[in-house]
Nanobody, 121 residues
Framework: QVRLAESGGGLVQPGGSLRLSCAASGFRLDYYAIGWFRQAPGKERERVSCTSGYNGHIEYADSVKGRFTISVDNAKNTVYLQMSSLKPEDTAVYYC??????????????WGQGTQVTVSS
């Protein structure tokens, strides 16, 4: 079965850094698209980043471009989101998700449970 498990969230001060992990099982990350999403109270869910092992595509939301980096460790079948220069508006529950297709523009149907990131002084 397809499983996604996020970890690495926590409390960090503005300007700080944090790395999120998403361990995947039941499918190969090096063959499918995988993305990071976030949702804060009262806000729409936002796609933060997506990458595809199939074609090497990488994309970022404008709100995080230049600050966040997505990467995949194929040996561990794990995707990471390295977050730096964090801002209070980055506070949200972060999810990893996949459409189980090759392409980031497809709707993600498989989701993890999320991990909380709080950026505060």
């Amino acid at each position: 079965q397809v499983r996604l498990a996020e970890s690495g969230g926590g409390l960090v001060q503005p300007g700080g850094s944090l790395r999120l992990s998403c361990a995947a099982s039941g499918f190969r990350l090096d063959y499918y698209a995988i993305g990071w999403f976030r949702q804060a109270p009262g806000k729409e869910r936002e796609r933060v980043s997506c990458t595809s092992g199939y074609n090497g595509h990488i994309e970022y939301a404008d709100s995080v471009k230049g600050r966040f980096t997505i990467s995949v460790d194929n040996a561990k079948n794990t995707v990471y989101l390295q977050m730096s220069s964090l801002k209070p508006e980055d506070t949200a529950v972060y999810y990893c998700a996949t459409p189980l297709t090759h392409f980031c523009h497809h709707e993600a149907d498989y989701w993890g449970q999320g991990t909380q990131v709080t950026v505060s002084s």
